[in-house]
């Protein structure tokens, strides 16, 4: 086999490496492009306050403001490029279904307010504030994207964490919400003692 030969093999097999190179990259872009297009649902930081006798829901943006008026709602949140559609939410506290709502269609990097009605409102207060105990807030949701017919499942869990406030007549709790479909999620005990230690302070 002369040089020639070896030389024109050499660029061959270098062509070919460099032809799968290639296509391994288009791949990982289109990829990446067809994921953009897909919605992924979650809920904004959410706070649960009770004072002077009224309890609210309400996220990071109203907690700042003052005044007293507000309505208890989450924060649904579509933090995917992607459309979802046909969205059916329910709400359960400690297994028992509270809430359902229909959501038509929530487009990609966009928000709604989803509204919290009475059963939800005092379960939680009764929960939380009288009797002191952590309660089990499930969020289920399916739900279709733009691109695909499927149905898409995500089951989300509250996890309550109290605030230390020095005003007495004033409990803050955040709400964290996890997707108990892609990760593990703790149990609330730190959150009961979080709530043990506030109401310690608060005496």
Known sequence: MDIVSILNAVGSIGTLVMTIFYCVSISIQLYQMRLGFYPALGFEQTFIIHENGKFKLQNAVDLLKIGEESIDYFSLYNLGGGTAKNINIDIYLDNEQLQNKYVHILPGNESYLLPVNDKVHDGLKQALIEKEQITKLTIDMQYKSSIRQKWQH??????????????AQ?????????NTDSEDYNDNDNAQQNIESTKDSQS
């Open 154 to 167: 995500a089951t989300l869990i509250a996890q309550f964490d109290a605030f230390n406030d020095n005003d």
């Open 170 to 178: 004033k409990t803050i709790f955040e709400v964290q919400f996890v």
